[in-house]
């Protein structure tokens, strides 16, 4: 068995500050529009890892249609950019890089084969998010994607 190992890096990434409105354990209810009629439920928890070096997000959907997930967002400071490392249970892995401003949390990712872009944005008493996502594939045109409505949980 090994030990654990203290690292001095296990601390605040001041990029990933703002995400702080993200932490804590959501109930999620929303649509899908290749499965109408539908509505799904599960719960999304975002914590941070290593001392806030990372935020880690873990969806749960109940209806087995969406994918449960497990992301890591971390942050380049050299480009400036911030990304999400995302891996679900069909084994789909995807970058996305986001950006958070004014209470909305987006996110987007752009290949040739299937792009996506999510927006989220927090209510002003920080309990509830609205979510929107759209997809395209192969270049074609923007599509409505997975809707989901949070609810702070905790």
Known sequence: MSEPVNNEAAKPNP?????????????????????????????TTFEWIEGGAFLIMRSQIDEPEIPSGIAIFGSDDDTHECSMLYFDERGVSRRYQFSFENDVWRQWRDSPEFSQRFEVTIAADGRTMESRGEMSRKGGNWEPDLRLTYTRAD
């Open 15 to 43: 990029v990933l500050a703002k995400l702080s409105a993200l932490v804590g354990t959501w109930t999620t209810v929303g649509t899908h529009p290749m499965v109408p009629g539908t509505t799904f439920h599960g719960r």
